[in-house]
């Protein structure tokens, strides 16, 4: 349980930090002659790409026991045996 709040302040936190555009939506500095606003937003898509990752791969590792991954979906579901 305490993965899944880790996880949820970890992608609020970057669609907070991106609707806060006020804070981002200038020309200086520039980085290699790009204005803040474009380095900026792309800096925040490879943290977004990395967080997204490590949240997945901690969802994965605190799934629950006896969960079997459905190969159609990739979603986890319960295991079940037939009768």
Known sequence: MAARGVV???LTAQVV??????AYARRS???WGFPFFYWYTLLW????AATMAACTWLLGRTAPAGAAVCAEH???RPNRERR
């Open 74 to 76: 990739g979603a986890t």
């Open 29 to 31: 500095p520039r980085l």
């Open 17 to 22: 930090a991106l609707l806060l555009v006020g």
């Open 8 to 10: 949820a302040v970890v």
């Open 45 to 48: 898509l490879l943290i977004g």
